[in-house]
């Protein structure tokens, strides 16, 4: 793999809470440009402190991280380069309650791109046209349905023209019978050569969807592997359990 | 919050009559008792006076305009350094941080009273003419002079007017700092999170996503301070401010009208705030969209 090849090398994360608990220990993980990676683990393994530390939402104690040949250091510059580089989806979505599905995917291209407004909004519908949600652009968060707020937070995301996109349990808010509109987006994505890594309970879609799955317990990599072949002949006996557990 | 349409029953109409009729008992056991006699028509011409056929404020009404003056730029100026102490309550930056506990905690922790004194001989007494205030006052143009008369107070009572109105600002900033740093804080992790997956400068941030939902929050006790505002303006009377109360002190000692001096009093300051509190409340019910 040539360096340029990999958008995302972390090495060597650690990463310690005031309290002691070690959230990444030495974590270590390159991802090609291109590639869907899946990260699974039982909770608490530090999947989201991972994702957070690729976008500097969360400090690394030891280690370094470069995106697309930027290094994660303490340069402000390049933190804020970075940030704009990489798109995050949350959990609870995180839409700006005050504006609609449309202002919220305007503003950051409004504001950090510095597109004009009707720059913006081209895009923008463009967008909401990619997750299905034309008809909803003048609503507000709180009159739409979860589903529909997740794919409003993907197109805020992608409004950024991401380099990365990292989605941190994307669907486990939301009630079952729209988790698959939320994972067609993603799909979609992924189809299309967006670059994401995922941390996610739907081993389906990881299955299915994911390049590379890497298991990961107690800040570490326990497993990685191409798909097919981790959830069919998983190598350690970890992994076994835990697939065990929730498969 | 649902709207409710306020409907008039039977009950509420006895109440008034009952309300109306103990307030005129106690005016005539007073009058009677106390051998109390009513002048009403005494304070009316504190009120309005007629200089010569022409209509002028009296006393009263001045100290009125004197209060609304002096309550709207306390409330300006007090919202504008509040919003910017709550600000560095929450920065990242430690020395920001300590200028504007330390801030808060003095002032919160001192008498008005106090404060009024301690601003009034430095800033009142030293500052100004250090800062040749009362000089640039005293050589300005007679429509400067008159500008300045109609939006602040007459030259000769305008060190005294900025002093009043420095302890007010400083008074009422320290407990808005507090409002501000709670509706700041108020607003969920993940909303700043998501700002920043963004892009968005810190600034960008607050002015953005933070601030426009902490207004919304924080719009009740805001006006419940700059109602104190208005109440608290009272303080500046013992440093001589013409405002209400003082006047309506000066007329007590001139007329001994006690009852009827301390009713309007009471009526004005009534209606300042109420007014105040009805503009709110429109303005809330426009928001809650
Ligand atoms: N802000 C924090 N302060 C202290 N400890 C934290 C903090 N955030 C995470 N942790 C701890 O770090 C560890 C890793 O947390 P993390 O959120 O990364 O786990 P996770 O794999 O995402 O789990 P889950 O599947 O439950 O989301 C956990 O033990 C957690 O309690
Ligand atoms: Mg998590």
């Given at each position: 793999?040539?360096?340029?090849?990999?958008?995302?090398?972390?090495?060597?994360?650690?990463k310690?809470?005031?309290?002691?608990?070690v959230?990444?220990?030495?974590?270590?993980?390159?991802?090609?440009?291109?590639?869907?990676?899946?990260?699974?683990g039982?909770?608490?393994?530090?999947?989201?402190?991972?994702?957070?530390?690729l976008?500097?939402?969360?400090?690394?104690?030891?280690?370094?991280?470069?995106?697309?040949?930027?290094?994660?250091?303490?340069?402000?510059?390049?933190?804020?380069?970075?940030r704009?580089?990489?798109g995050?989806?949350?959990?609870?979505?995180n839409?700006?309650?005050?504006m609609?599905?449309?202002?919220?995917?305007?503003?950051?291209?409004?504001?950090?791109?510095?597109?004009?407004?009707?720059?913006?909004?081209?895009?923008?519908?463009?967008?909401?046209?990619?997750?299905?949600?034309?008809?909803?652009?003048?609503?507000?968060?709180?009159?739409?349905?979860?589903?529909?707020?997740q794919?409003?937070?993907?197109?805020r995301?992608?409004?950024?023209?991401?380099?990365?996109?990292?989605?941190?349990?994307?669907?486990?808010?939301?009630?079952?019978?729209?988790?698959?509109?939320?994972?067609?987006?993603m799909?979609?994505?992924?189809?299309?050569?967006?670059?994401m890594?995922?941390?996610?309970?739907?081993?389906?879609?990881a299955?299915?969807?994911?390049?590379?799955?890497v298991f990961?317990?107690?800040?570490?990599?326990?497993?990685?592997?191409?798909?097919?072949?981790?959830?069919?002949?998983?190598?350690?006996e970890?992994?076994?359990?835990?697939?065990?557990?929730?498969? | 919050?649902?709207?409710?349409?306020?409907?008039?029953?039977?009950?509420?109409?006895?109440?008034?009559?009952?309300?109306?009729?103990?307030?005129?008992?106690?005016?005539?056991?007073?009058?009677?008792?106390?051998?109390?006699?009513?002048?009403?028509p005494?304070?009316?011409?504190?009120?309005?006076?007629?200089?010569?056929?022409?209509?002028?404020?009296?006393?009263?009404?001045q100290?009125?305009?004197?209060?609304?003056?002096?309550?709207?730029?306390?409330?300006?100026?007090?919202?504008?350094?509040g919003?910017?102490?709550?600000l560095?309550?929450?920065?990242?930056?430690?020395?920001?941080r300590?200028?504007?506990?330390?801030?808060?905690?003095?002032?919160?922790?001192?008498?008005?009273?106090?404060?009024?004194?301690?601003?009034?001989?430095?800033?009142?007494?030293?500052?100004?003419?250090?800062?040749?205030?009362?000089?640039?006052?005293?050589?300005?143009?007679?429509?400067?002079?008159?500008?300045?008369?109609?939006?602040?107070?007459?030259?000769?009572?305008?060190?005294?007017?900025?002093?009043?109105?420095?302890t007010?600002?400083?008074?009422?900033?320290?407990?808005?700092?507090?409002?501000?740093?709670?509706?700041?804080?108020?607003?969920?992790?993940?909303?700043?999170?998501?700002?920043?997956?963004?892009?968005?400068?810190?600034?960008q941030?607050?002015?953005?996503?933070?601030?426009?939902?902490?207004?919304?929050?924080?719009?009740?006790?805001?006006?419940?301070?700059?109602?104190?505002?208005?109440?608290?303006?009272?303080?500046?009377?013992?440093?001589?401010?013409?405002?209400?109360?003082?006047?309506?002190?000066?007329?007590?000692?001139?007329?001994?009208?006690?009852?009827?001096?301390?009713?309007?009093?009471?009526?004005?300051?009534?209606?300042?705030?109420?007014?105040?509190?009805?503009?709110?409340?429109?303005?809330?019910?426009?928001?809650?969209?």
């Amino acid at each position: 793999m040539s360096t340029n090849e990999r958008i995302i090398e972390a090495r060597e994360l650690t990463k310690t809470f005031s309290g002691g608990v070690v959230a990444l220990d030495r974590f270590t993980l390159a991802v090609r440009r291109g590639e869907v990676v899946v990260i699974i683990g039982p909770s608490g393994s530090g999947k989201s402190t991972f994702l957070r530390c690729l976008n500097g939402l969360e400090e690394i104690d030891s280690g370094s991280i470069v995106i697309d040949g930027i290094p994660l250091d303490r340069h402000r510059k390049n933190r804020l380069l970075i940030r704009r580089e990489v798109g995050m989806v949350f959990q609870s979505f995180n839409l700006f309650p005050h504006m609609t599905a449309r202002e919220n995917i305007d503003l950051a291209q409004i504001r950090v791109r510095k597109k004009t407004r009707t720059g913006a909004a081209e895009t923008t519908m463009n967008l909401l046209a990619k997750v299905g949600i034309t008809e909803k652009a003048d609503r507000y968060p709180h009159e739409l349905s979860g589903g529909q707020q997740q794919r409003v937070a993907i197109a805020r995301a992608l409004a950024m023209s991401p380099k990365v996109m990292l989605f941190d349990e994307a669907t486990s808010a939301l009630d079952p019978e729209m988790i698959g509109e939320v994972l067609d987006v993603m799909r979609t994505l992924a189809a299309e050569g967006m670059t994401m890594v995922i941390v996610t309970h739907e081993m389906g879609f990881a299955r299915e969807a994911g390049d590379r799955i890497v298991f990961m317990e107690s800040g570490r990599i326990v497993e990685e592997g191409d798909a097919e072949r981790f959830f069919a002949f998983p190598r350690e006996e970890r992994t076994r359990a835990f697939l065990g557990q929730i498969l | 919050m649902t709207k409710t349409k306020i409907r008039f029953i039977p009950l509420d109409a006895v109440l008034i009559v009952l309300i109306l009729a103990a307030g005129t008992y106690l005016v005539r056991r007073i009058g009677v008792e106390m051998d109390y006699h009513w002048q009403w028509p005494v304070i009316l011409q504190y009120l309005v006076r007629t200089d010569g056929g022409s209509w002028a404020a009296g006393s009263l009404t001045q100290g009125f305009l004197t209060t609304i003056k002096l309550s709207l730029w306390a409330t300006f100026l007090a919202t504008f350094f509040g919003t910017i102490m709550g600000l560095m309550r929450v920065s990242h930056s430690l020395f920001h941080r300590l200028i504007a506990g330390s801030y808060v905690e003095l002032v919160r922790n001192l008498p008005p009273l106090i404060l009024v004194f301690i601003v009034y001989f430095f800033i009142g007494e030293r500052i100004m003419t250090v800062f040749g205030v009362e000089n640039f006052i005293r050589s300005a143009s007679p429509e400067t002079q008159s500008m300045l008369t109609a939006i602040f107070a007459p030259p000769a009572r305008l060190s005294g007017f900025f002093a009043g109105l420095a302890t007010l600002v400083l008074y009422e900033a320290a407990y808005i700092t507090e409002i501000v740093r709670a509706g700041i804080q108020s607003i969920e992790k993940g909303q700043w999170e998501a700002a920043h997956a963004l892009g968005l400068s810190r600034g960008q941030q607050l002015r953005d996503v933070i601030l426009p939902q902490a207004l919304r929050r924080i719009l009740p006790a805001l006006a419940g301070q700059i109602i104190s505002t208005i109440k608290d303006s009272a303080i500046v009377s013992v440093i001589s401010i013409p405002e209400l109360t003082f006047q309506g002190l000066e007329l007590m000692s001139a007329t001994y009208l006690t009852f009827e001096v301390w009713i309007t009093i009471t009526a004005l300051y009534f209606i300042l705030t109420f007014s105040f509190s009805l503009g709110v409340r429109r303005l809330e019910t426009a928001w809650q969209k």
